[in-house]
């Protein structure tokens, strides 16, 4: 027997909701509060117990069309690399600062994304970041943390 | 109400408000152009501009990039056939044959006066509308706003779930989840959070909209392999053919927009309705309003089958602001978005801010006003300029999209761990994304899910534990007949189609 991934995906939504219910009991009400009618776990309670219920019918009701999604031609290794490189980003950001951390991303993704083309990666990426930083710290006065331009003495 | 309008006029008219809207017009444009990017998107990458704003301020930005992104949209329908966003897509059923046919210019004009008709009529019903409808949802109490939630959450899977109704749900439920990651709102116990201090406060609602939507549609164009710039092959946009309009053509459209302006207005209020239905019926109704001869140019490059359809999906966006602003439940998953960033702002949209803040209530329906007529000062001339947008490659355009994303939550937080958890949820929505798992419904959810619980706490209260509040009052049985009503026609449907 066949089971399609939309019906493996409701299978884990179950376990999912089954694991929500488990720490919603878990919920720690003050004592006063565990024989009212509303406490904190009452709401996630009902919502478990509605995703349970809708989960398991998805995976016992014959489907009428399940998705069709032909993995050959998904791209799979660029979406990798991009996600891997956003992590990076995100992880850098606050130790190296917002500049050279987002214009190095933005050159980084153009070239994994297999642009070659060096004049207009450069572009979009230091004076692209550089004007947005302007934009937005010296004319909208959003503050943008930069330990490294703050040390330069470019921000403040 | 002439004392608000004209509070809502001077609010709107100030130089940094009509430079936001238009901003938000222009960029809206360029955004809802984009193939897979819609207002939602346009909205979520907004957001954390407007924080320093007034409230006022960020709503018009808002508001003026809602409208830009729905003609953005019609421009890639007419252009490429590629419709920008699912309420575009009755456009490019007569727009793009005319696009083929030389009439490119012709057809990008026709939207946007129907577009700005429609639009402009909308805001004039709901000018009368919201205001009338402020005063009876005073004599609303909790157990009808939670029925009128739970309502709203229906209908929005419903309609957005393409006969995927279970699905649609899960996604509910699954919005409702994150919802109540954090603090109880009464009693500040904390659930969910696995002893993490960074989920005590719950999850951000900016967070979730740019993983979900800016995110996962990012890492969808690569993951499918898509380039929206690819499009711009098969029409040249330098050449799109005039703007003008002639005699018979201008005839067609004015008896288009008025019944499309009115069924986009209707629809539009419904929740969950919105902009993609209101196109369709609208597309639908005028087919069988025109004449036999009109009848067989549909789909061929009909005037009246562009007009009508552009005309309903504005209508709506404005009819879609009359339960954001006078009950406080948003309609559509592009209101749901407005509703998060008003919390945003602290402020709670409903009844009652009519006259807490009127400058606000007042500004937007004037702004809309404004935003209309900028929309077709602005690109009916600039058109063939901004349609080069579509013709950004995908390599400048993805990173882009990232940056934006993650620019916004860092400039929220200042904190990793948000980052990464943004990351966490797009990677998870880009995968139920493609075996369709609708998000609207997610985020609706999760934008309500506080609301839902704080008055499902009240009713239970005052009904000491017992449900009977749910048949306890005319309007509760009412809301809860028609929410039943939708989901037994779900039901019913789906057993048709089976057999």
């Known amino acids: ?156 | 109400m002439i004392e608000g309008i004209l509070i809502g006029l001077e609010t709107a008219l100030s130089f940094k408000n009509l430079l936001m809207v238009m901003m938000g017009c222009f960029f809206g444009t360029i955004i809802g152009m984009l193939p897979g990017l819609g207002p939602m998107t346009a909205i979520a990458l907004m957001i954390p501009i407007t924080y320093g704003f007034e409230p006022a301020t960020g709503l018009i930005l808002m508001a003026g990039v809602y409208y830009g992104a729905v003609f953005g949209g019609s421009t890639s329908s007419i252009l490429i056939n590629a419709p920008g966003v699912p309420g575009t897509v009755a456009t490019s059923f007569d727009g793009y044959p005319m696009a083929q046919q030389g009439k490119a210019g012709k057809a990008l004009a026709i939207a946007a006066y129907s577009s700005f008709a429609g639009g402009t009529i909308a805001a004039i019903f709901l000018l009368f509308a919201a205001p009338s409808l402020s005063k009876v949802s005073l004599a609303f109490r909790s157990p009808d706003y939670f029925a009128l939630m739970i309502l709203g959450l229906t209908a929005v899977s419903a309609f957005s779930s393409k006969g995927q109704f279970l699905k649609a749900m899960m996604m509910v439920v699954l919005g409702l989840m994150l919802a109540s990651v954090g603090q109880d709102s009464l009693s500040d116990i904390t659930r969910f959070t696995f002893g993490n201090i960074n989920l005590l406060d719950g999850i951000s609602f900016v967070l979730v909209v740019m993983a979900t939507f800016a995110m996962s549609e990012a890492l969808t164009i690569i993951l499918k392999g898509k380039d929206p710039s690819r499009a711009t092959e098969q029409i040249s946009l330098s050449k799109l053919g005039s703007i003008r309009l002639d005699k018979e053509e201008r005839n067609k459209m004015l008896k288009s927009i008025p019944r499309s302006s009115v069924l986009g207005f209707l629809v539009g209020v419904l929740p969950g309705a919105g902009a993609t239905i209101a196109s369709f019926l609208a597309y639908g109704m005028e087919r069988n309003f025109v004449s036999e001869d009109e009848k067989q140019k549909f789909g061929k490059g009909s005037v009246h089958g562009l007009a009508a359809p552009e005309t309903a999906n504005n209508a709506a966006c404005s009819g879609a602001f009359v339960p954001l602003l006078t009950l406080g439940i948003p309609g559509s998953g592009t209101t749901a978005v407005m509703l998060g960033a008003l919390l945003g702002f602290g402020i709670q949209p409903g009844p009652r801010l009519y006259m807490t803040n009127p400058e606000i209530f007042w500004s937007v329906i004037m702004s809309m006003y404004i935003g209309m007529v900028i929309l077709l000062i602005l690109n009916l001339p600039l058109i063939p300029y901004i349609a080069r947008v579509l013709a950004t490659p995908k390599n400048f355009l993805i990173p882009l999209i990232l940056f934006f994303s993650v620019t916004g939550i860092y400039l929220m937080s200042f904190n990793n761990f948000d980052i990464f958890l943004m990351i966490g949820i797009a990677v998870v929505a880009t995968f139920l994304k493609l075996y369709n798992f609708p998000m609207a419904p997610l985020i609706l959810a999760f934008v309500l899910g506080g609301l839902i619980e704080e008055n499902l706490r009240r009713s239970l209260l005052i009904s000491d534990g017992s449900f009977n509040f749910l048949w306890g009052r005319p309007l509760t049985t009412v809301i809860l007949i028609l929410t039943i009503l939708i989901i037994g026609w779900q039901i019913y449907s789906s057993f048709k189609k089976r057999n």
């Open chain 1, 1 to 156: 027997m066949r089971i399609s991934i939309d019906k493996i995906i409701s299978l884990l939504f179950f376990i999912l909701s089954a694991f929500y219910l488990h720490q919603a009991y878990q919920i720690q009400v003050f004592s006063f509060d565990e024989n009212a009618p509303f406490n904190a776990k009452t709401f996630p309670t009902f919502v478990a117990y509605i995703g349970m219920f809708l989960s398991i019918l998805y995976v016992i009701l014959p489907e009428r069309n399940p998705s069709k999604v032909d993995h050959k031609v998904l791209d799979y290794r660029s979406s990798l690399y991009l996600v891997i490189i956003t992590v990076i980003y995100g992880f850098v950001i606050l130790r190296v600062g917002f500049f050279l951390s987002t214009s190095f991303f933005l050159f980084f993704s153009y070239y994994f994304l297999g642009e070659r083309r060096w004049i207009w990666m450069f572009i979009l990426s230091f004076p692209f970041v550089a004007l947005f930083m302007y934009l937005l710290h010296g004319i909208l006065n959003v503050y943008l943390r930069d330990p490294l331009l703050k040390m330069l003495g470019i921000i403040g």
